[in-house]
């Protein structure tokens, strides 16, 4: 059960649109569209931005926007802002019927 | 409010056992599959378990498989989650997260921390 693939950073400037990318395989996020992405500030536990690779739920920011491409998903935020300064997880559901997580992105808002 | 609040985590040797449990409030808890997540410090989360809403279905990681049991009560609104022959690579904050859709996690509770060391 492999960890998807995330580049370890990304930063932006305050009002810029930056984009994280997550790769997979055939046998998730290719083979699925059950792709989740999480923000996860110190200290605190993850919150769901996007499930079901472009869904978000009610009381997230529209700022924050998800899609996939073969086995590759990636989320968008855009119009960056001091707070979106954290660390970002991508997931996946498995052919296996498991879960897996992305490696994890750092965001550095500039 | 939905609430997941996870106990039973602590300091146990190499090869020891703990039982884990996750109360849950603010909604129904039988209704939803429910999951545990693991994170090591300064690390990802890592997935453990997941359960259906009658506890007749469970799936594991592969790292997990033949130590660790989940399982519920729903008439306590309660998860478990058994962890025996416990490794140091187990050491983690273990969190329950309730099932949104497809092994897609929502809530999360702030978590158990497990240390194995001896």
């Known amino acids: 059960q492999s960890a998807l693939t995330q580049p370890a950073s990304v930063s932006g400037s305050p009002g810029q649109s930056i984009t994280i990318s997550c790769t997979g395989t055939s046998s998730d996020i290719g083979g699925y569209n059950h792709v989740a992405w999480y923000q996860q500030h110190p200290g605190k536990v993850p919150k769901v931005l996007v499930y079901d690779v472009s869904l978000r739920p009610s009381g997230v920011s529209s700022r924050f926007s998800g899609s996939k491409s073969g086995n590759t998903a990636s989320l968008t935020i855009s119009g960056l802002q001091a707070e979106d300064e954290a660390d970002y997880y991508c997931a996946s559901f498995t052919s296996s019927h498991t879960l897996a997580f992305g490696g994890g992105t750092r965001l550095t808002v500039l | ?118």
């Open chain 2, 1 to 118: 409010e939905v609430q997941l609040v996870e106990s039973g985590g602590g300091l146990v040797q190499p090869g020891g056992s703990l039982r884990l449990s996750c109360a849950a409030s603010g909604f129904t808890f039988g209704s939803y599959w429910m999951h545990w997540v693991r994170q090591a410090p300064g690390e990802g989360p890592v997935w453990v378990a997941r359960i259906n809403t009658d506890g007749s279905i469970t799936t594991y990681a592969d790292s997990v498989k033949g130590r660790f049991t989940i399982s519920r009560d729903n008439a306590k609104n309660t998860l478990y989650l058994q962890v025996n022959s416990l490794r140091a690579e187990d050491t983690a904050a273990y969190h329950c997260a309730r099932d949104l859709i497809w092994n897609q996690p929502d809530y999360w509770g702030q978590g158990t921390l497990v240390t194995v060391s001896s």
